[in-house]
């Protein structure tokens, strides 16, 4: 079975930067969007940042847009969120995400991507 991979979060001070990558390591498969979710304790699962897989589409939450982007390398199979000016409600477990159905207008929901990663933890102190 396809499994994403996470790397790259961490702690970080408010106002610092990281940068998330997510790898398909061995495999191909089918997606036609990617995203990055986010969980913080207590919370759903909310949508941060999608991209086409195939394209140059790309589409964020209000939440972090401006500060975050999204982009990937299809050589590398490869997707990133760079996350500048971190606050400390950015903490959560982040989680990558695809999607190999197509839909008519950007999925912004958990149960329409169908490939996960195990998530990695970002905290961000105040």
């Known amino acids: 079975q396809v499994q994403l991979v996470e790397t790259g979060g961490g702690l970080a001070q408010a106002g610092a930067s990281l940068r998330l990558s997510c790898a398909a390591p061995g495999r191909t498969f089918t997606r036609y969007f990617m995203a990055w979710f986010r969980q913080a304790p207590g919370k759903e699962r909310e949508f941060v940042a999608g991209i086409i897989w195939l394209g140059s589409g790309t589409t964020y939450a209000e939440s972090v847009k401006g500060r975050f982007t999204i982009s990937k390398d299809n050589d590398k199979n490869t997707m990133y969120l760079q996350m500048n000016t971190l606050k400390p409600e950015d903490t959560a477990v982040y989680y990558c995400?695809?999607?190999?159905?197509?839909?008519?207008?950007?999925?912004?929901?958990?149960?329409?991507?169908?490939?996960w990663g195990q998530g990695t933890q970002v905290t961000v102190s105040s």
């Open positions: 995400a695809a999607a190999g159905s197509w839909h008519d207008s950007y999925p912004r929901l958990p149960d329409e991507y169908d490939t």
